[in-house]
C-alpha cells in the first residue's frame, strides 16, 4: 500500500491575507508546454485577470518551459489553494485551444510561505532571475514572461 506524505499546512493559514507564499507548479510529466510563446503570453494575461478578479497580489511571476512560479498572497476574496485550483483549471481549458488535450498540470503543487527575515524583495527578484539560472536568458529583463503585478522591476 502506498502512503502519500502530507504536504499542506492547516488550510487556515492559506486564507490569511497578505502573508506572502512562493508558490512552483509543474506541468505534467514535465511536458515544456510553454515553449509555446503565445500559450505563455497567453497565460499571464489570465493571471493577471485573474489575480485582479480575486484581489490576490502577485509580487513576481516567472513562466517556465515546464513550470510556473508566482509569489502571492490570499485576499478576503479568495484564498491560496481556491485560487490555484481555478488558475490551473482555466489555463488548462485554454491550452486546450492550442491542441493540448487532457490535464496540462501535475497535481497539487509546491509551496513556501515567507519566514521572517526572508526579505519579500529579494524573493521576488529570486522568482524573476530564474531564467537567467537556467540559462534560458542573460538579462531576466530580456525574458518576456516574469515580472510583477505589486513592483515596478
Known sequence: MKYHKRIRLESRVYKI????????ICTKNKKDI????????????????HSKDNNIPIYAYCVMPNHIHILMS?????????????????S????????????????SFYDHFLR??????????????????????KDWRDYKFCGS?????
Open 74 to 90: 490570499s485576499s478576503k476574496k479568495n484564498d491560496i489553494i481556491g485560487f490555484v485550483r481555478e488558475l490551473k483549471s482555466l
Open 149 to 153: 503585478l505589486v513592483y515596478n522591476l
Open 17 to 24: 491575507p497578505d502573508l506572502p507564499c512562493s508558490i512552483t
Open 116 to 137: 521572517k527575515g526572508e526579505d519579500l524583495k529579494e524573493v521576488t527578484t529570486y522568482i524573476v532571475q530564474n531564467p537567467v539560472r537556467k540559462g534560458i536568458a
Open 92 to 107: 488548462t481549458r485554454m491550452a486546450w485551444e492550442y491542441g493540448y488535450h487532457g490535464s496540462i498540470w501535475q497535481t
Open 34 to 49: 510553454f515553449l509555446n510563446n503565445r500559450l505563455a503570453q497567453d497565460f499571464i494575461e489570465l493571471l493577471k485577470r
